[in-house]
């Protein structure tokens, strides 16, 4: 990430020439995040509600846009969550033509940042085909979720990019330890998503199989806590910090304890409450996204204003 686009916006990018489409992609953007962050929790509700493969074919849905004489639940999940994938697809096409149209006026990274995003959910959109086309392998079901949710955190990064924020200079530090977090949380939802796909908590409980992947799992807890906990602690404990990052430490706080409880709870009940196990993976996704939007908050605010 380069200084150009970290430095905080000068007087002249305040002209309304130049924030109209920033605002205008920006807003894009969220909404992109908000649907992507909503089709993670309904892929979620479709591998745990075992309709990966209610749908036998792929793009169609029993070779129709929509099958209705078909339809059921688990067809519809598995139905909307093709849906909804579709839509986010249009609109990642549409973010990078308005970046191209708009690229005089807007920073020189969004076009690049875009392009990225529309690779990565083409690149989604085929993990998806594999998906069922494979009958739900499991390599190929945890790239799936991993993508996605790298997927997610390159809007939520562009997001708050785009914010019109000022930097303080004040806690210099923090975006590090927010951004190990960060990584570890990543990488603990793969190993969440891996011990999901292949079915772990339950081969190990019944028959003492895959023990290794749902240990490596609960294991894989205290490192990301710890970070997590760490970032927290020291946002309290600065000085001076802004409202806005000591906001979301605290509701990073608040997304940690949940999702710990939320992990207790799947466990002790063997996945046997679909509600909670969707819960769980749907709160895993938010805690790492705050965590990257801090990440990208707390290097613009190291940044001090310009004179």
């Excluded at 494979?134 to 390599?139: A, E, H, I, K, S």
């Excluded at 570890?184 to 028959?207: D, K, M, N």
């Excluded at 608040?254 to 819960?279: M, N, R």
Aim: with cysteine.
């Amino acid at each position: 990430m380069t200084e150009s686009v970290l430095k905080p916006q000068t007087s002249l990018t305040t002209s309304p020439e130049v924030t109209q489409p920033r605002d205008k992609i920006r807003r894009l953007v969220w909404k992109m995040a908000i649907a992507t962050f909503l089709l993670m929790a309904v892929g979620s509700a479709t591998r745990v509600m075992n309709a990966g493969l209610a749908c036998p074919d792929w793009p169609l849905c029993y070779g129709q846009w929509i099958p209705s004489q078909q339809m059921n639940l688990q067809v519809f999940l598995e139905w909307f969550h093709r849906l909804d994938a579709a839509l986010i697809g249009f609109s990642a096409i549409a973010l990078l033509g308005l970046s191209l149209w708009w690229r005089q006026r807007l920073p020189r990274w969004v076009p690049w940042a875009s392009t990225f995003a529309l690779a990565l959910i083409l690149f989604q959109g085929l993990l998806g085909g594999l998906t069922v086309t494979q009958l739900l392998r499991f390599d190929i079901v945890t790239a799936h979720l991993g993508t996605a949710l790298l997927f997610f955190s390159t809007l939520l990064v562009m997001g708050c990019l785009l914010l019109p924020q000022q930097g303080t200079g004040v806690g210099k530090k923090l975006p590090w330890v927010s951004g190990i977090a960060a990584l570890l949380i990543y990488l603990q939802s793969l190993l969440g998503g891996l011990v999901g796909s292949r079915w772990a908590l339950h081969q190990c409980l019944a028959g003492s199989q895959l023990c290794a992947v749902m240990y490596s799992h609960l294991v894989g807890v205290i490192p990301a806590t710890l970070a997590t906990l760490t970032l927290v602690i020291l946002a309290w404990r600065t000085p001076a910090l802004p409202r806005g990052l000591r906001v979301l430490a605290q509701i990073t706080a608040a997304l940690l304890l949940l999702q710990i409880l939320l992990g207790v709870g799947t466990y002790y009940l063997h996945l046997q409450v679909e509600p909670l196990t969707i819960s769980h993976q749907a709160i895993g996704a938010a805690l790492l996204g705050s965590l990257v939007c801090f990440t990208v908050l707390g290097i613009r605010n190291g940044q001090l204003p310009q004179p």
